[in-house]
């Protein structure tokens, strides 16, 4: 079956290491985003993709970059990590088609803990 | 895409039906009506969508108001696995790639 994975699914970083989350789909959809989820909060969404070499930020995109190099991937990546990045991340995919209704399928989410 | 009202929170017993409202007073034609839910530590998952007629799959019920005004998600038996946070959200027809937009959704317990 098609699924989308995240990894890692944990991971302990300290303040400024560089930290990339991979997010892998097997749908061949074209659109990709990434938000992340605070305690008490909603998602928020930090970068999008429309298909390989477009990118797009977000709500919440300062301190993240992300590349689509290809259509089953949008790592992301966090340049110099901070305590403020701690967070659940949640990478979602969706089928691009005219009239489509835009259904997003989610991973499972990494959590991160910036010390 | 439009905003929308939900309750916090919601508490239904086992095995009973479930009304989860959501208003959105400020909808426009051509907004489609969507609905997720995530269970604890997981992503969310898809739940139901609809424009203007009620609509019915294996895991819920939509319901939606006459002036579209209004929709009401309908679990008919909830189950302990039901609960989770319910979100609501409008989707312009037209918009079909854009990102969706989660506000913070209706936290549903169920109590056995």
């Known amino acids: 079956d098609a699924e989308i994975t995240q990894s890692p699914r944990h991971k302990i970083t300290e303040t400024g290491r560089q930290v990339t989350l991979a997010c892998h789909q097997t749908?061949?959809?074209?659109?990709m985003f990434w938000y992340r989820q605070d305690l008490g909060h909603g998602l928020r969404l930090i970068h999008y993709?429309?298909?390989?070499?477009?990118?797009n930020k977000g709500e919440v995109s300062d301190g993240y970059s992300v590349s689509r190099s290809n259509t089953e991937d949008l790592p992301l990546t966090l340049e110099s990590a901070a305590s403020s990045q701690t967070s659940v991340y949640f990478c979602?995919?969706?089928?691009?088609?005219?009239?489509?209704?835009?259904?997003?399928?989610f991973g499972e989410g990494s959590r991160l803990t910036v010390l | 895409d439009a905003k929308t009202t939900q309750p916090n929170s919601m508490e239904s017993n086992e095995e009973e039906p479930v009304h989860l409202p959501c208003n959105h007073s400020?909808?426009?034609?051509?907004?489609?009506i969507h609905w997720y839910r995530q269970l604890p530590s997981q992503g969310p998952e898809y739940v139901i969508h609809?424009?203007?007629s009620n609509v019915n799959n294996r895991m819920a019920s939509l319901a939606i108001a006459e002036d579209r005004k209004s929709s009401t998600l309908i679990l008919h038996r909830a189950t302990l696995r039901d609960a989770a946070v319910y979100y609501c959200?409008?989707?312009?027809?037209?918009?079909?790639?854009?990102?969706?937009?989660f506000g913070k959704g209706t936290r549903l317990s169920v109590i056995a």
């Open positions: 749908w061949n959809h074209n659109n």
């Open positions: 979602a995919s969706s089928e691009s088609k005219s009239g489509n209704t835009g259904e997003l399928f």
């Open positions: 959200i409008l989707r312009d027809r037209n918009s079909g790639n854009t990102p969706l937009v």
């Open positions: 609809g424009l203007t």
């Open positions: 993709s429309y298909g390989v070499h477009d990118t």
């Open positions: 400020t909808i426009s034609g051509t907004d489609y």
